[in-house]
């Protein structure tokens, strides 16, 4: 939460959500929108490959520790 005096300083749509003045000028907004279009891309890869990582080959690395033969080809 911020307080009064930062929070009367913040732009619209930025209140209450910490101290300091917030974005100030038109590269403020880029930087920031920016940055979330990258952390956003990276969660949805991160994810998609998490959830299915097409790992389907016999010599992919995790299956020297799926196999109950632990020997390498």
């Not at 939460?1 to 403020?28: R, S, V, Y």
């Not at 940055?35 to 490959?49: E, F, H, N, R």
């Not at 790992?55 to 109950?68: A, F, G, P, Q, T």
Request: some cysteine.
């Amino acid at each position: 939460m911020a307080c009064p005096l930062c929070e009367k300083n913040q732009p619209k749509g930025f209140e209450n959500i910490t101290h300091g003045q917030g974005p100030e000028g038109n590269i403020d907004y880029v930087i920031m929108y920016s940055a979330i279009l990258i952390v956003g891309y990276t969660l949805i890869m991160s994810l998609k490959y998490l959830i299915k990582p097409k790992e389907r080959e016999s010599s992919h690395i995790k299956n020297l520790v799926l196999n109950e033969n632990n020997t390498l080809n």
